[in-house]
T-cell receptor, first 113, second 114 residues
Framework: NAGVTQTPKFQVLKTGQSMTLQCAQD?????MSWYRQDPGMGLRLIHY???????DQGEVPNGYNVSRSTTEDFPLRLLSAAPSQTSVYFC????????????FGQGTRLTVV | AQSVTQPDIHITVSEGASLELRCNYS??????LFWYVQSPGQGLQLLLK??????LVQGIKGFEAEFKRSQSSFNLRKPSVHWSDAAEYFC????????????FGQGTELSVKP
């Protein structure tokens, strides 16, 4: 059981470039989400999905797009990278509901120069 | 608004000493509360959770937490810290909106002195 797999682990982008962070889970979880982690700010929700074909914005969605064509995959796209998007990104999955455990990927450390 | 506050950004304890990490939450209804641990370069792992019932909950790695509704707190404790406990610890509340999103505190970084 692989759990939640994120790729890549590290990435350096130039301002204005685009890229996709990949996330896949093999636990048949309905709920998937993307967070960014910045020093002193904890984890902040970027986008989330409650099932295939359904996505919605979290608290910091600007500059990011997501799609959910399958239960397993939830990629995060940076449309035009900015230095403010330098961060560590985590994908998480869980069963639906506020009382379920979230499983996290190992993170992607993104630097935008 | 729902929020979680961890007042201590960084704590240093000696190996073998006891530990308490503080967490306060703001939430209108009975909260679903979690503690996660993040080791360097890793993702987050669930330590323990509270939904209802006994207010003292036991978790993995010898950790426990106590829910105190009157103080809106969910502090994490460990009687004797090991060097391998050095990590960052996050308190979170599960919201009933936005599909049950997790609202995280700012995190507390724990250092362990030999």
């Amino acid at each position: 059981n692989a759990g939640v797999t994120q790729t890549p682990k590290f990435q350096v982008l130039k301002t204005g470039q685009s890229m996709t962070l990949q996330c896949a889970q093999d636990m048949n979880h309905e709920y998937m989400s993307w967070y960014r982690q910045d020093p002193g700010m904890g984890l902040r929700l970027i986008h989330y999905s409650v099932g295939a074909g359904i996505t919605d914005q979290g608290e910091v969605p600007n500059g990011y797009n997501v799609s959910r064509s399958t239960t397993e995959d939830f990629p995060l796209r940076l449309l035009s990278a900015a230095p403010s998007q330098t961060s560590v990104y985590f994908c998480a999955s869980r069963y639906q509901g506020p009382n379920t455990e979230a499983f996290f990927g190992q993170g992607t450390r993104l630097t935008v120069v | 608004a729902q929020s979680v506050t961890q007042p201590d950004i960084h704590i240093t304890v000696s190996e073998g000493a006891s530990l308490e990490l503080r967490c306060n939450y703001s939430y209108g209804a009975t909260p679903y509360l979690f503690w996660y641990v993040q080791s360097p370069g890793q993702g987050l792992q669930l330590l323990l959770k509270y939904f209802s019932g006994d207010t003292l909950v036991q978790g993995i790695k010898g950790f426990e937490a106590e829910f105190k509704r009157s103080q809106s707190s969910f502090n994490l404790r460990k009687p004797s810290v090991h060097w391998s406990d050095a990590a960052e610890y996050f308190c979170a509340v599960g919201a009933r909106s936005q599909g049950g999103k997790l609202i995280f505190g700012q995190g507390t970084e724990l250092s362990v002195k030999p």
